[in-house]
């Protein structure tokens, strides 16, 4: 009895200590595409000195190159969800 009490005191003291991230700040990043179309974006915007529709289409090329069997407009969406994202 004095064992679940103690545990149960615990695992309050710990909750409130630690409590749960924010949904809207950590948001993981499960589909790989995605993923690589942040980095690549990223990765433009420090290189390039271009217009931004020259760096849209490298990370389009890019994309395609990388996953060739997935949809160009799957491909096209995940570039401008990372766009939206990094708030360009």
Request: no cysteine; charged share 25%; net charge positive.
């Amino acid at each position: 009895m004095v064992k679940s009490w103690v545990i149960r005191l615990l695992r309050r003291l710990l909750a409130w200590l630690d409590p749960p991230p924010d949904p809207e700040i950590v948001i993981p990043v499960l589909d790989p595409v995605q993923a690589l179309a942040s980095q690549l974006i990223t990765q433009a915007n420090a290189l390039m000195d271009t217009t931004g529709e020259y760096r849209r289409h490298w990370v389009y090329a890019k994309l395609i190159k990388a996953f060739p069997d997935r949809r160009k407009r799957d491909l096209s969406m995940a570039i401008e969800v990372a766009v939206h994202a990094k708030g360009e």
